[in-house]
């Protein structure tokens, strides 16, 4: 096996379906993706972009339950068009349990 941590490394759509599921079931947990993006936005991010997409979404979602439910169901979608946005995720820092360990391919 590789010493390289890509073999390792989790698949992105399970990784975003398990931060959606989290995030269903520990709303508040948004705050911890809030908290990082403000905290980056007062480093002085260079491409503030979508760190400003994020908050907007987020708090967007906070409006009402029914935007709540459609962020999740976002987040654990795996479509082209929301791949940009998430390869800058401020969900970093969420309590999420251990992943499963990806099989061996030998």
């Known amino acids: 096996m590789s010493d390289d941590f890509h073999f390792r490394r989790e698949d992105r759509t399970t990784r975003w379906c398990r931060i959606a599921e989290h995030l269903a079931s520990h709303p508040d947990d948004v705050g911890i993706a809030l908290e990082n993006i ?3 936005l007062d480093w002085g991010r260079v491409h ?3 760190l400003l997409e ?3 979404r ?3 979602a ?3 339950e029914e935007a709540f439910r459609e962020f ?3 987040l654990a979608k795996n479509d082209h068009d929301s ?3 998430k390869s800058c995720s401020p969900f970093v820092g969420l309590p999420l349990p251990e ?3 990806a099989p061996s391919n030998s």
């Open 83 to 85: 791949n940009p946005l």
């Open 54 to 56: 994020w908050r907007d």
């Open 38 to 40: 403000e905290r980056w």
């Open 62 to 64: 906070k409006g009402s």
């Open 58 to 60: 987020i708090l967007a």
């Open 72 to 74: 999740i169901e976002a």
């Open 48 to 50: 503030p972009a979508p």
């Open 99 to 101: 992943a499963a360990p």
